[in-house]
């Protein structure tokens, strides 16, 4: 009996020293601050134990996704990173830590892979100018100077833009060609806000009459009479 208990103890010391190897799975998200999926990130996704270490890189796809597995034990230490695209600023974090799971259970069920999302904000922000006139139609619309958009028959116009939050920009409607529109050559400046947003610029022309020319009075001169 002495012999079979310390060959129980052997066994049990021997299984529970081996580590159990399964499968495991990330999915790393990256957004910006609206939410949108941001693609072309770069995820660094790789474990904690310097021993052992298996960096991973993938850059995120269309949807802002990199999915990411591999190979070890249950409560692993892990720890994933990100590099936003060029010029674009990180949010949140950029290096995140957790515990590895398993993509299935015992019973073999499938699991749902751990989610990680990280917030990257662009340099610039894309809007859409709507334009509404009334009064007048077929105008020209310039945007800090450059022709951009011309009013419809129903005096609307709308095109993209994108700048910098905070970015001062001028907008501007060409009256030259009918100078009968008060007021002339009608100007707004506008500060981009810091989400996409649409930019409407209103404006009501009133017209003037053209100077009326004046007739000369046609006098007939009188034939001289003989005396």
Excluded at 76 to 97: F, G, H, I
Excluded at 184 to 209: G, H
Aim: net charge positive.
């Amino acid at each position: 009996m002495k012999y079979i208990g310390v060959f129980l103890i052997i066994l049990l010391v021997g299984c529970t020293s081996k580590p159990v190897y399964r499968e495991f799975a990330v999915d790393v998200n990256v957004v910006d601050d609206e939410q949108i999926p941001v693609s072309s990130a770069i995820v660094t996704f790789s474990t904690l134990d310097s021993k052992k270490p298996f960096p991973k890189k993938q850059r995120t796809d269309k949807n802002g996704t990199a999915h990411f597995s591999f190979w070890g034990t249950k409560g692993e230490s892990l720890k994933a990173s990100v590099q936003c695209p060029n010029r674009w600023t990180p949010a949140s974090d950029t290096l995140v830590e957790l515990r590895s799971r398993a993509l299935t259970t015992i019973d073999g069920k499938k699991i749902k892979p751990e989610q990680i999302t990280f917030v990257c904000i662009p340099p610039q922000k894309k809007h859409v100018v709507v334009v509404q006139t009334r009064g007048a139609h077929r105008l020209t619309v310039k945007y800090n100077g450059k022709s951009a958009a011309m009013t419809d028959a129903q005096g609307i116009a709308q095109f993209a833009i994108q700048g910098a939050p905070g970015q001062l920009i001028q907008l501007a409607l060409d009256t030259s060609s009918q100078p009968h529109l008060r007021p002339q050559m009608p100007v707004r400046q506008l500060t981009l806000p810091a989400k996409r947003r649409f930019l409407i610029f209103e404006q009501t022309f009133s017209t003037v009459s053209p100077p009326k020319k004046r007739r000369r009075n046609s006098r007939r001169v009188g034939v001289p009479k003989r005396l």
